[in-house]
């Protein structure tokens, strides 16, 4: 079994570098005839392609989709954020320690109204990675999410959340700088708002790091996305000593955009484009912006107060099963 996205795609890659040749070929032939056979060729290439991708994508297992998740090329939060909002401007640091570049956050514009944005941002090269910590937030990044969370309360701005990160910082630093606490205020910073918040999850949804900024009205999640308490490496390597069992978690975890919607969990899951998100960003910041507009105005419909009492109620059922 594939234990990486280029791995798993790698046939794919190859079909379309291999369209990709053939076009450039093209393009120099001068030979008529000649010129005729390789665009046919190219042609049957593209056919055999779309039913290839058309089959890989419509069998995605629980382990396919993390990997799809975790696509290099998949739109990130700052993809998300220039595609759909205007006049975002990024405000940075917590007023205490410093800042934490995993966490990108500021007011901006949606559809000309004023809305606060906070979103987890991954790289997608090793400085870029280095830079974000690989979207796995620190006590620092959770802070910086309380200011704009209650700036956003200040000036009655909705709050939407882009969610997109393995977990939280698991390091010694970012422990003793209280992680855990400040994922627990930012939580109870999001509880205590009374305008209205939208989640949506993008890529990976991991642990109490997507949680931390996702306690909202409305969770919403891209197809291919994945929500868990623990990735399935991590719930591997508890369970049975043995992270190659990742594949096994992820069966169990339950932590396909499916599945959580199927258990409550999320309101909606955002279809994707054909072949996935990262084949066509701007289709798919084009059906989140539709999505976040949608339920974002639905909640508006609520008073204050029972905006912030519906979010309550909204997360004390959860878990909750009847069974004989």
Known sequence: MAKSWKEWEKPILELEEGIDKLEQLIAVERDVEKKASLALRAQEYREKLHKFIDVRYSRLGPWEKVLVARAETRPYTLDIINAVFDEFVELDGDRRIGTDHAVVAGPASLEGRPVMVVGQQKGRNIQERGYRNFAMAKPEGYRKAIRMFEMAERFRMPVVTIVDTPAADPGVESESRG??????????????????????????????????????????????????????????????????????????????????????????????????????????????????????????????????????????????????
Not at 246 to 266: D, Y
Not at 267 to 276: L, Q, W, Y
């Open 179 to 324: 992680i855990s606490e400040a994922i627990a205020a930012s939580m109870l910073s999001m509880f205590s708002l009374t305008v209205p918040i939208v989640s949506v999850i993008i890529g990976e949804g991991g642990s109490g790091g997507a949680i931390g900024i996702a306690a909202a009205n409305r969770v919403l999640m891209l197809e291919h996305s994945v929500y868990s308490v623990i990735p399935p490496e991590g719930c591997a390597a508890i369970l049975w000593r043995d992270p190659a069992k990742g594949p096994q978690a992820a069966a169990a975890l339950k932590l396909t955009a499916q599945s959580a919607h199927e258990l409550g969990l999320v309101e909606e899951v955002i279809p994707e484009p054909f072949g996935g998100a990262h084949r066509d960003p701007g289709e798919t910041a084009d059906r989140i912006k539709e999505a976040m507009l949608r339920h974002l105005a639905e909640v508006a419909m609520s008073s204050p107060e029972a905006i912030k009492q519906a979010r309550y109620d909204r997360f004390r059922i959860l878990g909750r099963f009847s069974g004989q």
